[in-house]
């Protein structure tokens, strides 16, 4: 016995001495083994860089969602007082399909399976694109239906507020089946993908087979590095104007497509594109219609807005005599005739009646006193035909055709050679900036979150300098008549506030089979602006191909409104001091008191002001402001009568001064809210005030408005 003991004893010593020295059992390794079992790993997601306008407001963020599961193996609940599997499959489903894109049958099947593809018993289910991107509240709900074996799993999703938004340029970023996180599918979250991107992080610890922290153990963190912060040269405010104006259009005139660019001339910033179609980022809706950045990737024929650059040679080039006159309506070229719009012409006539009535002869005329090589020399100083160099990529370069004569003539007012939007708005840079063209980018700086340093800032760029301060100067005052005359083409392009000057156009589309579409709804209307005139602090581009217009419509109709409302407002927005500015006489505020309201009503609308009764119809009692004092435009004027019956007016557009003027003299009590000007109110306007009710007025400043 003592042998044999001994014996297994000197075995037993062996293999011990053996597992230490080795570390193995069987070709296995017990550290790893052991680490398997008890070293834990978990990941510390990184957030997905942010997408900012110029001023920091959020263009694409990362969101918090959930996504759906169920248990549906019984093994789960072993072990367990409460069952954490799902229990009454038929009620699960019914609960699941009010929350969720799925129908009532199909949740009751998945929550039937039992078996994986490989016959495996499953453990659980999920409910594919159904059950993902949930949001908070709805979670809520969810959980307070109280359903075992349901599992609501935190999740990101890349979120766009503001919808339909620069779209074609921001692009979209998603989450496939196969991502960890979100991707950048296209535009500018596809571009910047690695530096929006960021790095995961992780933390390590080792656990008993409970998952608690075993003692001594130590707690190892690498924390995760958010993805770069990118900050545009786009103004959500003046993109919120683009994008609502290029709807209503879209809507009244059912173009083919349309596209449009706002930019800061003195910088080359972009402040705002929009194109249609366009697609909801959020949604994908309409994606499958618009791939491509109208910006940079289509060229098209330019049409008559390229004649202010035919303009700006014939002026630097000293050949531009606006007094100086030729026969319109056709033009010779070997065996080619070029023909005016009205076929026919204006008889005789002034290059300046030419530019305003937007000839082709005229600029046919303008070519012979240039010279062709002279011409295409100032094409290429202007950037066309290459590309601008803008921070976006597959930017296109367009053709300037040069081979015919032919070529040459129809270039300078825009048929055959092609350009890109980009590039016309690189050149009319240098003619609203004083002979400076500055190169476009939509970038304005690149941060790092994690530390707040800036890793790219985007400067101006001065790409040459075509032509002189004084012949930009002499082109804006030129082109700013093709507004004003009665003889020009961009009448409707007129402001009441700011002198505008800028070229319409007028394109032909070819055709794939060759030739090009004739027919009033066949063209690509155009407009090529700037304002104000005198010191351009915006410059547009609008063109619409294809609208359907009405028996009187004529293609300028549509791109005004388009850049009528834009460059108003956001001129005005910008704080831009209007051009037209009209010396307006005081109003003195007569004496009304002890006269009728209806009398003394009627007198101030017929001066321009605004009556606001307080009380019924009857004697004036009271009025604000005094007898005697001094008004100037539409300016409200209280009158309190005997008459009872107060009703609420709408305080949409007053100033705080106004409501606190009517609060003083109707005895109303007005709680306001916020600053700037009324936009929302408690009682709605026209509402017999009753004694107790509470009046809240809740302000606004005019551009958050649009935010």
């Not at 694409?60 to 609940?77: H, I, K, M, Q």
């Not at 799993?153 to 979100?182: H, I, Q, T, W």
């Not at 834009?566 to 831009?576: D, P, R």
Request: glycine residues 10%.
């Amino acid at each position: 016995m003592l042998i044999i003991y001994g014996l297994l004893f000197f075995l037993m010593f062996f293999r011990i001495f053996y597992i230490q020295v080795t570390g193995q059992v069987e070709g296995q390794q017990l550290a790893a083994k052991a680490a398997a079992r008890y070293e834990k790993k978990k990941t510390i997601t990184a957030d997905r860089g942010n997408i900012l306008d110029r001023n920091g407001k959020i263009i694409a963020e990362d969101a918090v969602t959930y996504r759906l599961a169920a248990t549906v193996n019984p093994d789960a609940s072993k072990g367990s007082k409460k069952p954490i599997h799902v229990v009454d499959p038929r009620r699960t489903a019914a609960v699941l399909a009010k929350y969720i894109q799925m129908d009532e049958e199909e949740i009751y099947e998945r929550l039937l399976k039992k078996y994986n593809a490989k016959h495996k018993p499953l453990w659980q289910v999920e409910f594919g694109n159904a059950g993902s991107n949930i949001n908070h509240a709805t979670m809520q709900k969810i959980q307070k239906e109280h359903l075992p074996g349901i599992i609501l799993m935190e999740d990101k999703k890349r979120f766009y507020p503001n919808g339909v938004f620069a779209s074609n340029l921001v692009g979209f970023a998603r989450k496939e089946d196969n991502e960890k996180a979100p991707v950048g599918k296209m535009g500018l979250e596809s571009i910047y993908n690695k530096e929006l991107s960021g790095v995961d992080g992780n933390v390590q610890y080792k656990s008993d087979l409970f998952g608690y922290l075993l003692p001594n153990s130590k707690k190892m963190i690498q924390p995760a590095k958010d993805g770069e912060n990118v900050y545009l040269t786009i103004d959500r405010t003046i993109q919120n104007f683009l994008e609502a104006s290029m709807t209503k259009v879209y809507e009244k005139y059912k173009p083919e497509s349309m596209m449009a660019v706002v930019a800061n001339p003195k910088t080359g910033e972009i402040l705002a594109v929009s194109q249609r179609p366009t697609f909801n980022p959020q949604t994908g809706a309409g994606l499958n219609n618009s791939w491509i950045n109208s910006l940079t990737e289509t060229t098209l024929e330019p049409g008559s807005t390229m004649k202010t650059f035919t303009l700006a040679t014939a002026i630097e080039e000293g050949k531009w005599n606006p007094n100086d006159k030729f026969q319109s309506g056709q033009y010779k070229v070997y065996d080619r005739t070029i023909r005016d719009a009205n076929q026919v012409g204006w008889g005789t006539i002034t290059y300046l009646e030419g530019i305003q009535r937007s000839s082709n002869v005229g600029m046919a005329n303008l070519l012979k006193k240039i010279g062709d090589k002279t011409f295409i020399n100032y094409l290429g100083k202007f950037g066309f035909g290459q590309k601008t160099g803008i921070d976006l990529p597959n930017e296109a370069t367009g053709k300037i055709l040069d081979e015919y004569p032919i070529n040459r003539v129809t270039t300078t007012y825009g048929q055959g050679s092609t350009v890109t939007p980009i590039q016309l708005i690189q050149g009319l840079t240098a003619i609203a900036n004083n002979g400076k063209m500055m190169q476009p980018y939509v970038i304005n700086k690149i941060v790092d979150p994690n530390t707040g340093k800036v890793i790219q800032q985007h400067e101006p760029v001065v790409k040459g300098k075509p032509i002189s301060a004084a012949t930009a100067k002499k082109v804006r005052d030129t082109l700013g008549t093709t507004v004003t005359s009665k003889k020009g083409t961009a009448q409707n392009f007129a402001s009441k506030e700011y002198e505008v000057s800028g070229k319409t156009g007028t394109a032909q589309i070819p055709r794939p089979t060759g030739g090009y579409y004739w027919g009033k709804n066949s063209f690509l209307y155009s407009f090529l602006g700037m304002a104000p005139k005198k010191n351009p602090q915006l410059i547009m581009y609008i063109a619409i191909k294809k609208p359907q217009l009405g028996m009187t419509e004529v293609g300028s109709e549509p791109t005004s409104e388009v850049f009528n409302t834009v460059m108003g407002s956001s001129l005005k927005y910008l704080n831009i001091k209007p051009s037209k500015m009209k010396t307006e006489k005081p109003i003195i505020v007569g004496q009304y008191v002890e006269g009728s309201s209806k009398t003394a009503s009627k007198e101030l609308k017929s001066q321009g002001m605004e009556p606001v009764q307080i009380g019924g119809d009857g004697e004036v009692l009271e009025q604000y402001p005094q007898e005697g004092s001094s008004l100037l435009g539409k300016n409200h004027v209280f009158l309190k009568t005997d008459g009872n019956n107060i009703k609420i007016p709408n305080f949409k557009g007053w100033s705080l001064r106004d409501i606190l003027a009517y609060q003083s003299i109707s005895g109303i009590k007005i709680h306001t809210s916020g600053d700037g000007f009324g936009a929302k109110q408690s009682i709605k306007p026209g509402t017999i005030y009753e004694g107790n009710a509470k009046l809240t007025v809740t302000l606004k400043k005019p551009e958050d408005e649009y935010n």
